[in-house]
Nanobody, 126 residues
Framework: QLRLVESGGALVQPGGSLRLSCAAS????????IGWFRQAPGKEREGISC????????YYADSVKGRFTISADNAKNTVYLQMNSLKSEDTSVYYC???????????????????WGQGTQVTVSS
């Protein structure tokens, strides 16, 4: 059974940076795609980035494009989300999740992802 654990969330000032980690255990992330989602209170879960492990293709929502970078370390079975130029509207609980094979095709549809972590809180405030 695949288990995902997010870490790296914190309180950071606007304009600052954070790196989130999504560590997988139970099996490798081969043949998987890993997405990052976030959910603020009272709002729907929003997909923001995805990486397909097999081919390395990456996807970004417009809201984070140019500021966030997703990457994978296959040796550590971990996916990262580097977040730069953080804004107050980035404040959310951030989740990672897996889906089979590739991100493509309804990239941001949460029900296509079958394993989820517990989330990590990111707060951007001065």
């Amino acid at each position: 059974q695949l288990r995902l654990v997010e870490s790296g969330g914190a309180l950071v000032q606007p304009g600052g940076s954070l790196r989130l980690s999504c560590a997988a255990s139970g099996r490798t992330l081969d043949n998987s795609a890993i997405g990052w989602f976030r959910q603020a209170p009272g709002k729907e879960r929003e997909g923001i980035s995805c990486i397909s492990i097999n081919d390395g293709n990456t996807y970004y929502a417009d809201s984070v494009k140019g500021r966030f970078t997703i990457s994978a370390d296959n040796a550590k079975n971990t996916v990262y989300l580097q977040m730069n130029s953080l804004k107050s509207e980035d404040t959310s609980v951030y989740y990672c999740a897996t889906r089979p094979y590739y991100c493509s095709g309804y990239v941001w549809l949460p029900r296509l992802y079958d394993n989820w972590g517990q989330g990590t809180q990111v707060t951007v405030s001065s």
